[in-house]
């Protein structure tokens, strides 16, 4: 076939549609490994016992859970506008889970992670420092987030937040 021909046989439209992907079943416990932090919370640091953050995580589309990240007081006690949000869901194909990040600062991270001991972890990289979020529900039902990074391939570790998440009070 000459490469005219070819050309013209791919441009063709094709009469059958593609096969439609097998439904994915989100009760698993891969895709429900991250269930213990869907809620409404109140977010504290370390130590606080004033909130510092509103977040609100939500099952959305298929088996991805949305974070929207408010956070109103910084380091010190000082007053900031900052604001995250975050998709994350199970790879099946990587047996594990991704997270798109977006912040109010121009950060955009991915990061990837699976269930340790309990917890979930999740690390990026950009240029020389890895940075690690570790999630975990505590026995009260409250969520421990801990932020920390390295700069030497994950040898050694500094921490950068700890906040607990409490579920907010219904009115």
């Given at each position: 076939?000459?490469?005219?021909?070819?050309?013209?046989?791919?441009?063709?439209?094709?009469?059958?549609?593609?096969?439609?992907?097998?439904?994915v079943d989100c009760t698993d416990a891969d895709h429900?490994?991250?269930?213990?932090?869907?809620?409404?919370?109140?977010?504290?640091?370390?130590?606080?016992?004033?909130?510092?953050?509103?977040?609100?995580?939500e099952k959305i589309v298929g088996c991805a859970i949305?974070?929207?990240?408010?956070?109103?007081?910084?380091?010190?006690?000082?007053?900031?506008?900052?604001?995250?949000?975050?998709?994350?869901?199970?790879?099946?194909?990587?047996?594990?889970?991704?997270?798109?990040?977006v912040d109010s600062g121009g950060t955009a991270a991915?990061?990837?992670?699976?269930?340790?001991?309990?917890?979930?972890?999740?690390?990026?990289?950009?240029?020389?420092?890895?940075?690690?979020?570790?999630?975990?529900?505590?026995?009260?039902?409250?969520?421990?987030?801990?932020?920390?990074?390295?700069?030497?391939?994950?040898?050694?570790?500094?921490?950068?937040?700890?906040?607990?998440?409490?579920?907010?009070?219904?009115?």
């Amino acid at each position: 076939m000459s490469p005219i021909a070819l050309l013209l046989a791919a441009a063709a439209p094709q009469t059958t549609p593609p096969p439609t992907p097998p439904k994915v079943d989100c009760t698993d416990a891969d895709h429900r490994a991250l269930d213990f932090w869907i809620g409404d919370w109140d977010v504290f640091a370390a130590g606080s016992k004033t909130p510092v953050a509103h977040s609100r995580i939500e099952k959305i589309v298929g088996c991805a859970i949305s974070e929207t990240f408010d956070q109103s007081i910084g380091p010190n006690g000082k007053p900031i506008a900052y604001k995250g949000r975050s998709i994350s869901a199970y790879v099946p194909a990587e047996k594990g889970w991704r997270q798109y990040y977006v912040d109010s600062g121009g950060t955009a991270a991915t990061l990837t992670g699976n269930i340790t001991s309990g917890d979930m972890i999740f690390l990026s990289t950009n240029g020389p420092v890895t940075n690690r979020m570790t999630l975990g529900p505590d026995p009260v039902g409250s969520v421990h987030q801990r932020g920390a990074f390295s700069t030497d391939g994950g040898k050694t570790w500094s921490p950068a937040y700890d906040f607990t998440y409490r579920r907010r009070a219904v009115p």
